[in-house]
């Protein structure tokens, strides 16, 4: 038999055969590996999420006040003529009281005619009716009374849309998002400890509000009363709110 495969099969040719079943057998090896390893899924996070509240208190140091003068005339000419005369007025006063140049905007003119009708609604007359609202900044708050006694004065006979503000937040932000993400982290711990779990790091935080509102109490609060005497300005105090939610992870 072995003089048989000798003449048979050459040298090369066995080394051939042998190098054939080796190949052979590491690819089926590669084959049965590959189908025996399972997909791994991977774990969903946990976290817990947290909102933190931070409130400072400021004095106003700022206000806006939208003055307007409205006329009415039969003629389109003079209704404009004067309000424009009521206006300027109106204008060099506040600039006499300290109101610079740049924080008074006219914001609204308006003219348009208004049929008037009699008990039988029949037509009797046009009327043109004139708005010129003008919106002024106010920097001294000591002021505010003098400003609003001297348009009513002048004429002024449509005064809204008072609102106070502080000029720079900046310091009064700060402070409220320390506050904020300081009560996060407290609710944060509370949480944890109640349901048996570790806070971990941080994940995310996001931030909202920040816009100073009023604080009413009583008559003051950010509004003014009116008599016919005098006008009195009771600033109050503006609420400035952070909130801040944050997500923690869990172990």
């Known amino acids: 038999m072995p003089n048989f495969w ?3 099969v050459s040298p090369e040719k066995k080394t051939q055969i042998v190098l054939g079943l080796i190949f052979g057998l590491a690819l ?6 590959t189908t025996e390893v399972a997909p791994t899924s991977t774990p969903q996070p946990r976290n817990i999420a ?32 004067n309000l424009n005369t009521q206006a300027v007025e109106i204008t060099e006063i506040l ?17 348009y005619p208004d049929q008037r009708f009699d008990e039988s609604e029949n037509p009797t007359s046009t009327v043109y009716v004139v708005d010129n609202t003008v919106f002024v900044t106010v920097r001294d708050m000591n002021n505010m009374g003098a400003i609003m ?4 004065e002048a004429g002024a006979n449509s005064i809204f849309g008072i609102q106070f503000d502080v000029a720079d937040k900046t310091q009064a932000l700060s402070e409220a998002r ?24 941080i994940q995310s935080i996001n931030e909202f509000g920040g816009v100073p509102v009023p ?37």
């Open 215 to 251: 604080v009413f109490e009583g008559q003051g609060g950010g509004g003014f009363e009116a008599t016919a005497e005098q006008l009195p300005v009771n600033l109050g105090q503006l609420s400035l709110t952070v909130e801040v939610t944050v997500t923690y992870d869990i172990r």
């Open 6 to 8: 000798k003449f048979l």
């Open 178 to 201: 320390k506050l904020a993400v300081e009560n996060a982290q407290v609710k944060a711990e509370e949480l944890a400890q109640a349901a048996g779990v570790i806070l971990g790091e």
């Open 95 to 111: 600039l006499d009281i300290g109101v610079e140049e740049k924080d008074i905007k006219i914001s609204n003119f308006n003219i």
């Open 149 to 152: 006694g001297s348009v009513v």
């Open 50 to 81: 947290v909102t933190g509240t931070g409130k400072v208190y400021l004095t106003p140091d700022i206000a806006t006040i939208s003055i307007g003068v409205h006329k009415e005339d039969e003629s389109a000419t003079r209704a404009v003529e």
């Open 28 to 33: 089926v090896g590669c084959e049965a590996s």
